[in-house]
């Protein structure tokens, strides 16, 4: 354990000393910390709950009023605070993009790794699949399941409805992308060593082909977190999210619905937009500088520091 | 007579060609790289076997058929007379045209059959290239310790660290407590191929199969290598199979020879025997080539013509015919029979029989 919390120390600390240089990745982080951030501190950061009704003197609410002191963002069509939803919104929209997004990185990665590693059938099977989800348009289906599933009136929340069929159609361009990273890997002389220790497939595939994945795991499930986090909102706009528990998309749906736009209220649907903006943007900057700095074909580790590299066989005798 | 530790007879690995939609609707007969074309050797405990050769020769086919990685198509590894391999699922193997006649099943072997995991304790591979056969992502102790894990063996933590120590220090990395925290990328390429050696040996195995352990190295650190396999030869008590394209290394290293060509064996016997008083015409070209130190004592050199002809469709009659200098019409026709230069000296040449070599 101890020379594990040793070496874990020493990879944070080499991480970090490529990464801070990287100003691009620092914003990316930066917008991703800060909104999760947010959305943890929520109930402390917003002066009222979404729900409640600011009032003037005379106890008549206070319909579309621009930002003041006493509403920093002003109030919508029925006189709740916009700033309050929105951090409180924020919750929501982290909440259902994370969950959407783990869930398609873990199936995506499942079937990656089995199709890449097993190959022949296996490898058909789930890419079938993975071919007939990428050629059907994802926005009429979604609309479609997330509709049937209510129809059903199941009694799950919609939220949960959101978040399955987010994640469980988002997963196939990580599944194609480690699939043909585990063809390669699997070629490799250790996999073949590995083998020729007796070593089985199951300590194969968790010793020696998710170490060289995970980093790229990792960078992808940062740019499909943007993903999931951008199309719930989508479809919270199109008025399937939860009305009770509005996230960013909603908020939009009802500015739209309720005519900010038209009686000139910017400050109701201008933060929702402006915050997705601040997430996705920070998730694909973090996403890409982690991809480029973690992708094993892109910085091939084994080559490194080592000049002898060159020294290649003889042809033999001619 | 005691059986010898490894056995090889009559060794075949055919890999299938893929076949073109064309080919297969005109039901073209299939196509194979004859990559291992009828082998046959023993190793005794304790003994070196170099295994020499041209690139594509099919010497790495054989090592990775030895330990399990590739299937044979046709004939028997017995290690301490059991057969290994996968070879009970190989009732296709007569789907497969054998130049051997093995057209149609084989007889059932009623040879004992040992475990791939068995094997796999008992015989170790090393392979050709340092910088990648070891995981990139794991440690030196994880690596070494990978074989005791796999296998169940040391279960305990001090037992374990003790074992990896002791290899890595038998394999010349000192003191290895250094080395355990580190990866790959942090060592030269000696480095590298001592943590190989010493993972292999960590499961104190009988056989070594050693796949050009020094070519991808540095000439200058060649030797120290190839006298830390010497030493684990001697100490451990461990075989070798000795692969390499270099026949300089051999007479320093190896007690017997396998030269081969195209797949096949063409002259085998003890070293110094073979070095000596080489039969083969492949065999002196090979020789005649090795640098020698002192420039007057130069040989005439043999520079062999043409290329090597690939191994699909090879050669009828001699398989080095094409390339031969002494070649006869006759060496196209007749596929040149084992002749017995002495007990343990044998070449397949027909013009030793014609005393003209
Ligand atoms: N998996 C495979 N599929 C098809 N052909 C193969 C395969 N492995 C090896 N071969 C072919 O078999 C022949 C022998 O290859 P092998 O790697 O055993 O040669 P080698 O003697 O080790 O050569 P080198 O000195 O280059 O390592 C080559 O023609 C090679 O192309
Ligand atoms: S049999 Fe003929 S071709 Fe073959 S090695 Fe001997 S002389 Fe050369
Ligand atoms: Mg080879």
Known sequence: MNENWTLFKRNLAEFWKTFRKNRLGLLGAFLVITSILVATFAPWLSPYSPSDIIRDEGGHGLTFASPAVHAPLGTDDAGHDVWSQLVHGARISLMVGFMAGFIAMFVGSLFGILAGYFGGAVDNLLMRITDILLVIPDLPLMLILVATIRQLDLKISPLTVLIAVIGLLYWTSTARLIRSQVLTIKERQFVARARAIGAGHGHIIRKHILPQIMPLIVANTVLILSTAILVESGLAFLGLGDPTKPSWGTMLNFAFDRSAVTNGAWWFYLPPGLAIVWVTLGCVLLGNVLEEMLNPRLTAHHLEGDQNMVTVPGKGVE | ?357
């Open chain 2, 1 to 357: 007579m005691t059986a010898p530790m490894l056995e090889v007879r009559n060794l075949y690995k055919y890999f299938p060609i893929r076949q073109s939609l064309t080919d297969l609707l005109r039901r073209k007969p299939a196509d194979y790289v004859k990559a291992v074309d009828g082998v046959s050797f023993t190793l005794e405990r304790g003994e070196v076997l170099a295994v020499v050769g041209e690139s594509g020769c099919g010497k790495t086919t054989i090592a990775r058929t030895l330990i399990g990685l590739e299937e044979q198509t046709d004939g028997e590894i017995l290690f301490h007379n059991e057969t290994v391999g996968a070879h009970e699922r190989r009732a296709r193997a007569g789907l497969v045209p054998l130049e051997s006649g093995g057209v149609g099943t084989r007889e059932q072997q009623v040879l004992p059959r040992m475990s791939m995991k068995r094997l796999r304790q008992q015989a170790q591979m090393i392979f050709q290239d340092p910088y990648e056969s070891l995981n990139p992502r794991a440690t030196i102790l994880e690596i070494v310790a990978e074989p005791l894990v796999v296998h169940g063996l040391a279960r305990g933590r001090e037992e374990r660290i003790a074992r990896v120590k002791t290899a890595l220090e038998e394999a010349g990395l000192r003191p290895a407590e250094d080395y355990f925290l580190r990866y790959p990328h942090e060592l030269s390429g000696g480095q590298r191929q001592r943590v190989v050696i010493a993972s292999a040996m960590v499961l104190q195995p009988e056989l070594l199969i050693a796949d050009e352990p020094v070519s991808m190295l540095d000439v200058s650190i060649r030797a120290e290598i190839l006298n830390l396999l010497r030493d684990l030869r001697q100490k451990r008590g461990v075989s070798i199979v000795f692969i390499t394209h270099d026949l300089s290394t051999v007479a320093y290293f190896a007690d017997r020879l396998a030269v081969m060509y195209l797949g096949r064996i063409v002259e085998t016997g003890p070293a110094r025997e073979v070095l000596a008083n080489p039969q083969h015409p492949y065999t002196r070209a090979l020789i005649s080539v090795i640098p020698v130190p002192n420039p007057r004592q130069r040989r005439e050199r043999v520079i062999l013509q043409g290329e090597t002809p690939n191994p699909i469709d090879l050669p009828t009659g001699c398989r080095f015919h094409p390339r031969c200098p002494i070649a006869t019409a006759e060496c196209g026709k007749i596929d040149p029979p084992w002749h017995a230069v002495s007990p343990t000296h044998q070449a397949a040449c027909l013009r030793i029989e014609q005393g003209t070599p």
